[in-house]
């Protein structure tokens, strides 16, 4: 059996799926309860009904991103584990950049299914869950503390918040430490393909941006980050097939 099969083997398949059921249940039980305290202060049916399909709808949608990320993860490291991160507590681009990160950093090209091992996907699997914990806890232990000053106005009376503020730089800084790995990566191994799908999932994205703020198509915001990976897919298979 190879590394691949015993990823995808049984024994890994109950355990995420026990958790994710977990995660499921609960979920329905507070939806069930929510409901039923809409009912008992006065709220339509109707109207708690039409929120509960809406919320549905627009929880369905954006995650095709998601079911994308756990393709592009599972070429390597199985279904059980990227389906179970990306179900419950794991974000896209984090789980894609860290387990690729954390691959080369124990000698591997990257995320590839030939040089795939058990001890290289506990690595990773370790790595991913330790670098993504400490959100929960800090929210746990820090949240209260933590809305109070996100939510306080800006000084100066510009009105914007700290967490505006801070969103932004932190936006613009991730985008700045994977555009500098992308060039190093090019002047080091010659690796052109980040350079190419960059600007056109960005230029993706931008198309739906401009769609959703300046013609009202509010509906778009849940395709964009499906329609630019599916793009930014696509530019790099063409870019393959011609260079």
């Known amino acids: 059996m190879d590394v691949l099969s015993k990823l995808n083997s049984l024994p890994l ?23 039923r305290a809409g009912v008992a202060i006065g709220m339509d049916k109707t109207v708690l009904k039409r929120t509960i399909t809406s919320s549905v709808t627009f929880s369905v949608l954006p995650s095709v991103s998601i079911l994308l990320g756990v393709i592009a993860l599972s070429g390597t490291l199985g279904v059980p584990l990227p389906w179970l991160r990306l179900s419950v507590v794991g974000a896209l681009h984090y789980e894609t950049s860290v387990a690729d990160i954390a691959a080369r950093s124990i000698g591997l090209s990257g995320l590839s299914a030939s040089e795939m091992t058990l001890q290289a996907f506990t690595t990773i699997g370790l790595l991913m869950t330790v670098g993504i914990i400490w959100g929960i806890l800090l929210t746990i232990f820090g949240c209260k503390k933590y809305l109070n000053r996100i939510q306080r106005p800006k000084e100066g009376g510009t009105g914007r918040s700290f967490g ?26 010659g690796n052109y393909m980040a350079l190419v799908v960059l600007p056109v999932s960005a230029a993706t994205m931008g198309v739906f941006i401009y769609f959703v703020k300046k013609k009202g198509m509010l509906w778009l915001e849940n395709f964009s980050i499906a329609a630019s990976m599916l793009v930014g897919m696509a530019a790099a298979v063409l870019c393959g097939v011609l260079v």
């Open 13 to 35: 398949y109950l355990i995420s799926g026990g958790v994710i059921l977990f995660v499921v249940a609960m979920s329905a039980f507070f939806m069930v309860r929510a409901y």
């Open 164 to 189: 505006d503020a801070a969103m932004t730089a932190m936006f613009i800084g991730l985008i700045c430490a994977y555009l500098g790995s992308y060039i190093g990566d090019f002047t080091a191994n």
